[in-house]
């Protein structure tokens, strides 16, 4: 009884297994008498551009941004700017008590006055063949002591005044009217924001596929969403012998004023674009033996496998150098349920045509 049982199951099994294909080759029979096969998923295979592009990091640094400091000691008498003020290149921005200055200034000028009187004097006593050359040259070398002395007390007096170095946006300035500052003390930060920098490194195999005045893409956590162009400008003449790197430096226009030093940015530098080439599906690829293949639908919509390079990898795609031609029917999805020569029935799922196979 057990061993009829066990005979009946196995029949049924097979029964079971055997009637997809005998429902699929009846199905094909009705269409023409070609086999169907399995459904299978496949797509078109296209030609694309793809590009190939450096990844890097770096910090956006201002155009140009220094710490103001006075070259003399002094109280601070006024502040003529306001904080986060843009000012022009030249502007007073602080004024330091120059009393002392002054009265430097106005000696000088008496001295500078009353050596040229002597020198005038000397020069017309020398005319008339009174003086001598003697007198003349050391009222001369006086007056020129005398000016000398009057510029230096000039340039003491100017330096108390402390003016913007260039355009710029000031910052949170760190002192008040009344404060006594010394030489070198920090007062205020003033930035250039009209033009942002970048700096980063890529490695030194791209080294002759950078230059000057090449474009970058930059992107900013700060503006998701946004991509802001600039250009290298500057690449340093050494390679990093430690890192194996080379430093590169790019300028972004910033008119609006809204990118900020410090802000973290990952650039992208195009080196190459290939108008023809060919990105499919990564589910598509099949390792086997060490290489990597496709199963493409051929002729009488068989299955064969086809040796593929593969160049890039994007995020479920990747670039296949050699081994397809455009228009090529490849198979998707379902891998393990086929094998060469195994007939199939193609469902598109990339939204083309149900496009006959090759080969029919």
């Known amino acids: 009884m057990k061993q009829r049982n066990h005979l009946i199951a196995a029949l049924l099994m097979a029964g079971a297994l055997a009637s997809p294909f005998s429902q699929a080759a009846g199905d094909g029979e009705k269409k023409g008498g070609a086999p169907q096969g399995l459904p299978a998923e496949v797509i078109t295979a296209k030609s694309a551009a793809v590009e ?21 000691s002094g109280r601070i008498e006024q502040i003529l700017f306001d904080e986060g003020q843009l000012v022009r290149a030249g502007t007073p921005l602080l004024a330091l008590d120059a009393a002392i200055y002054n009265a430097e200034l106005k000696q000088a000028q008496a001295r500078v006055n009353l050596s040229q009187i002597a020198y005038s004097r000397a020069e017309s006593l020398l005319k008339k063949r009174v003086g001598s050359e003697q007198e ?9 002591v005398d000016q000398a002395q009057q510029a230096l007390a000039q340039t003491r007096l100017d330096k108390m005044v402390i003016k913007a170095p260039f355009t710029g946006l000031t910052g949170l300035r760190l002192v008040s009217p009344g404060d006594y500052v010394n030489v070198g003390d920090d007062l205020v ?8 920098k970048v700096d980063f490194r890529v490695p030194e195999i791209y080294l002759a596929d950078i230059r000057q005045a090449q474009s970058v893409d930059i992107e900013l956590d700060a503006f998701p969403g946004q991509i802001f162009q600039g250009e290298i400008y500057a690449i340093a003449p050494s390679v990093d012998n430690r890192a194996h790197n080379i430093q590169l430096r790019a300028r972004i226009p910033n008119p609006e004023g809204k990118l900020r030093p410090g802000l973290f940015a990952k650039i992208s530098l195009l080196i190459d674009r290939d108008e023809q080439s060919m990105l499919i599906p990564e589910q598509a690829i099949v390792p086997q033996d060490g290489g990597f293949f496709v199963m493409r639908v051929g002729q009488g919509n068989t299955v064969e496998m086809v040796p593929v390079v593969m160049g890039q990898r994007r995020p479920g795609q990747v670039q296949i150098i050699d081994g397809l031609n455009a228009g090529d029917v490849i198979v998707t999805a379902g891998h393990l349920k086929l094998y060469p020569g195994m007939p199939v029935t193609p469902i598109f799922v990339d939204g083309s045509a149900p496009a006959v196979a090759k080969g029919e």
């Open 52 to 72: 190939t592009r450096i990844r890097a990091v770096g910090n956006l640094r201002a155009n140009e941004s220094i710490v103001l400091r006075p070259e003399q």
């Open 136 to 144: 003349r040259d050391s009222t001369l070398a006086q007056l020129r």
């Open 189 to 196: 930060e003033l930035t250039d924001l009209s033009t942002m």
